[in-house]
């Protein structure tokens, strides 16, 4: 008979494999690279640890032209994606994402490292990312610890962002932003890509895909076991009464795939986000043809080479509309 240190309890491949002894095995996202000097971006980035406690980092982008610019840069904190269950800011996917995204955006960004479920069950990485996003705002009086933060952050004019789990945190943290003040940082806008979101009753063409419904299921129990399922705020904020009500800014983009499963959730968001209280602006788009977080794994492609021009676009919005009334946070 199979022992259980061998019998697998969750398939989740080609991206993990669950043992019925608790043991996970993870078949990509495994990979990470040392920051540095990228010479095709001519972006830098280094590692500082956040919190001792958790023994946990962030990894800090800043585009080469910062020391020449007379004025401080928009901010994005950016949370990887991966089911809460794989990858992570060190790892060549998105360290090369960020690299061209600083560098497209002229924008310093923060990528955190959160602990992974199932050896640090949700809501661990609910709970790390607040800690990171704290750490980042105690930078706004220029007396922080990392100086690339006190000396070239407009922290009038900070996003978050992330990718399919990181869109997530990004969402809840944005929430959580309203009701617990961080001091010195305006939150302008997060930016969803293919969110991870979830909910016991089918949206749009979920109905037709029971086998990946039940995989998404078991995902989500394998992230956070002790769930109340798959209607619970966590994964399925958008059927709340109150969603919406608390978000903490006041410009949202949506970005979703064609043939990506979760498309309809992202489109469900934006539709509940405009008929809600909110009362701010939502943009979306949709890559025709491509799958979830193709923009990652074909980074050269036409619509990943469209998406990130106009995730830039939408940061730096804000910083034309600033310059145009002669408004600037300078160096």
């Given at each position: 008979m199979?022992?259980?240190?061998?019998?697998?309890?969750?398939?989740?491949a080609p991206?993990?494999?669950l043992?019925?002894?608790?043991?996970?095995?993870?078949l990509?996202g495994?990979?990470?690279?040392?920051p540095?000097l990228?010479?095709k971006?001519?972006v830098?980035s280094?590692d500082?640890?956040?919190?001792q406690?958790?023994a946990q980092?962030v990894r800090?982008?800043?585009?080469?032209?910062?020391?020449?610019?007379?004025?401080?840069?928009?901010?994005?904190?950016?949370f990887?994606g991966g089911?809460f269950c794989?990858?992570?800011?060190?790892?060549p996917t998105?360290?090369?994402?960020?690299n061209a995204?600083?560098?497209?955006a002229k924008?310093?960004?923060?990528s955190?490292?959160y602990?992974r479920?199932?050896?640090?069950?949700?809501?661990?990485a609910?709970?790390?990312?607040?800690?990171?996003?704290?750490?980042?705002?105690?930078?706004?009086?220029?007396t922080?610890?990392e100086?690339w933060l006190?000396?070239?952050?407009?922290?009038?004019?900070?996003y978050?962002s992330?990718?399919?789990?990181g869109?997530?945190?990004?969402?809840?943290l944005?929430?959580k932003?309203t009701?617990?003040?961080?001091?010195?940082?305006?939150?302008v806008?997060?930016?969803?890509?293919h969110?991870f979101f979830?909910?016991k009753?089918p949206v749009?063409?979920?109905?037709k895909?029971?086998a990946?419904r039940a995989?998404?299921?078991g995902?989500?129990?394998l992230?956070y076991?002790t769930?109340i399922g798959s209607?619970?705020?966590?994964?399925?904020?958008?059927?709340?009464q109150s969603?919406?009500?608390?978000?903490?800014?006041?410009?949202?983009?949506?970005?979703?795939?064609e043939k990506?499963?979760?498309?309809?959730?992202g489109?469900y968001?934006?539709?509940k986000?405009?008929?809600?209280?909110?009362g701010?602006?939502v943009?979306?788009?949709e890559?025709?043809?491509?799958?979830?977080?193709?923009?990652?794994?074909?980074?050269n492609?036409?619509n990943?080479?469209?998406?990130?021009?106009?995730?830039?676009e939408?940061?730096?919005q804000?910083?034309?509309?600033?310059?145009?009334s002669g408004?600037?946070?300078k160096?």
């Amino acid at each position: 008979m199979e022992s259980a240190a061998s019998e697998i309890l969750i398939d989740g491949a080609p991206f993990f494999r669950l043992y019925k002894d608790g043991r996970i095995k993870r078949l990509s996202g495994t990979e990470n690279v040392p920051p540095g000097l990228d010479p095709k971006t001519n972006v830098e980035s280094k590692d500082l640890l956040y919190s001792q406690e958790i023994a946990q980092s962030v990894r800090i982008y800043v585009p080469g032209t910062v020391v020449t610019s007379a004025q401080k840069l928009p901010l994005l904190v950016y949370f990887h994606g991966g089911g809460f269950c794989i990858e992570s800011a060190f790892s060549p996917t998105y360290h090369n994402y960020l690299n061209a995204l600083v560098a497209e955006a002229k924008i310093v960004a923060v990528s955190v490292n959160y602990r992974r479920s199932p050896e640090h069950p949700l809501p661990a990485a609910y709970d790390d990312s607040w800690t990171a996003l704290k750490w980042v705002a105690s930078h706004y009086v220029g007396t922080g610890p990392e100086q690339w933060l006190n000396h070239y952050v407009d922290f009038e004019n900070v996003y978050l962002s992330g990718d399919s789990a990181g869109a997530n945190i990004s969402h809840h943290l944005a929430v959580k932003i309203t009701n617990e003040k961080l001091d010195g940082m305006n939150l302008v806008g997060i930016i969803l890509t293919h969110p991870f979101f979830w909910g016991k009753e089918p949206v749009g063409d979920e109905v037709k895909k029971p086998a990946i419904r039940a995989k998404m299921d078991g995902i989500w129990r394998l992230a956070y076991p002790t769930t109340i399922g798959s209607d619970d705020p966590w994964i399925n904020p958008i059927d709340d009464q109150s969603f919406g009500r608390f978000l903490g800014c006041k410009r949202v983009l949506v970005c979703v795939a064609e043939k990506d499963v979760m498309r309809h959730r992202g489109w469900y968001y934006c539709e509940k986000l405009k008929n809600s209280e909110w009362g701010g602006e939502v943009e979306m788009i949709e890559a025709q043809g491509d799958d979830h977080v193709f923009h990652l794994n074909k980074p050269n492609c036409p619509n990943a080479v469209a998406m990130l021009k106009k995730v830039a676009e939408f940061i730096n919005q804000v910083t034309k509309r600033r310059r145009a009334s002669g408004r600037q946070s300078k160096l």
